[in-house]
């Protein structure tokens, strides 16, 4: 499913003193098929933007397409919308709420795959929670409050990614998780990529993050959208990404000092590329052919 | 001084289950020491830190704050008084419907008087960035702006030791520079004792020192830079480099003489020394 939005604003408390206008004018395309990636300072419209795309905010002002569903149409099917965009929320303890980690992994099932058996179910739920790295017969009578901050977003992941929806939409997904964890759901996000899940998107202030990963991203500042790139693309606008409060990769911080005495590497800034580039340059140096 | 004394601390969440979240740590940390904790998740670091401001109390071992035992409820104001705690989940922590109020309560309740309080509001908004917010709800904010006010609440205090659990998690580049920069000049100029929970290596590397946790206990201390330097240690317990000490492995294992950055800047020294002698 395609999304686009056009002109897309949002006021929170509309005609009233505590008015604020989250989203000043949204455009933004991202194709099926998409690792999109979302950058912003604290503020910038990102969350009010994603609640959009699955109608948790009703939109009030512009444009915006989901696949074939038009949310600016009074007829929209919310309902259906939902089975197929699934949208993990940035903080894990809005989206957990069932008294045992199993039921509240079952519910999305309960409400979206009505045609399934309990057993069905439950082997769905089991898959889901050992995706996200949770011992199943560990947690599954837990209450989910009960668990830490890490294992609360592995259990809110799992319980959207178990009705297989075909946009996955989330908001700072590796929040809270350790650099382990943070490697395996990029792994895993990567692993559903291009199976079931046709499109991803995700929010996060991690630059390293957006560059590693990601196919395009757009950068959300004061509710709009001020760049909509490859990340090689946007990271090479540096100066722009330090002004706008936001930070750029390790690496591109690093290719940057390397520029400024002389050493130009043409890299993407994903780790993997500049080590290349880098012993290159070394192995070119070393045959005393320069570079 | 000593600011906290664990003694071989063990929490259950259910007792006579036989399972401890945190099993038998014993650590001292000095007044004015500035501590990372690090560990995969579930590895018992808020567990821990909670312990540290009596909110949990050992189910077995004893927690000393400034030389008061959390156990005795006595001294449980006093131990919340110099061990201010800022939680993973800003909303755990918003107590008003006006960050203003929100922010005051905690000096309230320590008593200052009104013109101080005055003073805390106004430094703590600041220091975080949100004194546009002032009048703002809580409830209102966007995540990264929550966590900030919960940040600012607990720097109003000034307290003796500040407990920071994945306060940064939620924040953009800036802010958590900016909460950084602030939590280390209260550590420098007041001796303010930092306990920082953290999944970024990065923020760690800005400690004096780093402690690992795992499976309840601690199995790495040392200076961060000693800690990062173990890395097949680090890895076996799901912890990872920082991206500059990482890249700069691989250019060593690919044949490069470097090794030993931990940030860009160093990292790109090094290749370009190593560039220059080619
Ligand atoms: N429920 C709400 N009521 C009123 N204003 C809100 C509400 N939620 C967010 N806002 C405001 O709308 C703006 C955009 O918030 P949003 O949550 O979309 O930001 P964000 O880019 O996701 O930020 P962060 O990185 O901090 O999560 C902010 O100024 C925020 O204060
Ligand atoms: N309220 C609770 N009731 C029961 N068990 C709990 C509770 N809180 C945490 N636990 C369990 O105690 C263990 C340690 O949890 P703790 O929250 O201290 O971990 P943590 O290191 O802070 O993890 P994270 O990095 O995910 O925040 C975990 O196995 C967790 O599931
Ligand atoms: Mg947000
Ligand atoms: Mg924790």
């Not at chain 2, 979240?21 to 004015?32: D, I, Y």
């Not at chain 2, 071992?61 to 006595?74: H, N, S, Y």
């Not at chain 2, 909460?179 to 209260?186: A, G, I, Q, R, S």
């Amino acid at each position: 499913m395609r999304i686009v939005a056009k002109g897309l604003t949002y006021t929170y408390n509309p005609r009233s003193p505590f008015a604020v206008q989250a989203l000043k004018g949204v455009d933004i395309t991202i194709e099926e098929g998409e690792f999109f990636g979302i950058i912003g300072h604290t503020g910038s419209g990102k969350s009010t933007f994603l609640q959009h795309l699955n109608a948790l905010v009703r939109l009030t002002g512009g444009y915006l397409k989901v696949g074939e569903y038009d949310l600016s149409s009074k007829k929209c099917d919310v309902l259906g919308l939902r089975a197929k965009v699934g949208m993990v929320f940035q903080y894990p303890e809005y989206q957990l709420f069932a008294e045992t980690v199993e039921k509240d992994v079952m519910f999305g099932l309960k409400n979206f795959c009505r045609d399934m058996g309990e057993e069905e179910m439950r082997s769905a739920v089991r898959e889901a929670l050992e995706t996200v790295g949770l011992d199943y017969e560990e947690v599954r009578d837990r209450s989910p409050f009960e668990l830490s901050g890490g294992q609360k977003r592995r259990a809110a992941i799992a319980g959207v990614i178990v009705t297989k929806p075909e946009v996955l939409i989330l908001d700072e997904p590796a929040a809270g998780l350790d650099p382990l964890g943070k490697k395996e759901i990029m792994q895993l996000l990567h692993g559903i990529h291009g199976g079931w899940c046709k499109t991803v998107v995700i929010v996060s202030h991690d630059m390293d993050e957006i560059a590693e990963n990601c196919t395009r991203a757009a950068v959300f500042s004061e509710g709009k959208v001020v760049m909509e790139d490859t990340p090689a693309a946007i990271f090479a606008r540096s100066d722009e990404l330090l002004l706008l409060g936001l930070d750029i990769p390790v690496t591109a911080k690093c290719a940057r000092i390397l520029k400024e005495r002389g050493i130009a590497l043409d890299t993407d800034f994903t780790s993997d590329d500049l080590i290349r580039k880098v012993l290159a340059a070394y192995a070119a140096r070393k045959e005393g052919r320069g570079c | 001084m000593e600011a906290v004394r664990l003694e071989n601390v063990k929490f259950a969440y259910r007792e006579g289950e036989g399972s401890y979240a945190v099993n038998g740590v014993t650590l001292s940390v000095e007044e004015g020491e500035f501590v990372a904790v690090l560990g995969r998740n579930g590895s018992g670091k808020s567990t821990l830190a909670k312990m540290i401001n009596a909110l949990l109390i050992p189910t077995e071992g004893r927690a000393i704050v400034f030389g008061l035992d959390t156990a005795d409820e006595k001294n449980t104001f006093e131990i919340r008084k110099s061990a201010g705690m800022v939680f993973q989940n800003p909303d755990n922590q918003t107590v008003a419907s006006i960050v203003e109020d929100d922010v005051a309560f905690g000096p309230e309740n320590i008593g200052l008087p009104r013109e101080e309080i005055g003073r805390r509001i106004g430094f703590a908004l600041d220091a975080v960035g949100m004194s546009a917010f002032r009048s703002a709800t809580p409830s209102r904010l966007s995540g990264g702006q929550k966590q900030r006010i919960a940040i600012a609440g607990v720097l109003a205090v000034l307290p003796k030791i500040m407990i920071l659990d994945e306060s940064t998690a939620m924040l953009d580049p800036k802010g958590r520079r900016e909460v950084m920069d602030v939590v280390k000049k209260l550590n420098k100029e007041r001796g303010m004792t930092v306990i920082f929970i953290t999944h970024f290596m990065d923020e760690a590397l800005e400690a004096d020192r780093a402690v690992v946790m795992h499976r309840g206990e601690t199995v790495m201390d040392g200076t961060p830079r000693e800690i990062f330097s173990r890395s097949d240690e680090l890895e076996m317990y799901g912890l990872a480099l920082p991206r500059a000490a990482y890249i700069s492995k691989k250019l060593a294992e690919g044949g490069m003489p470097v090794g030993g950055a931990f940030r860009a800047e160093d990292l790109a020294e090094e290749i370009c020394a190593s560039l220059q002698k080619a």
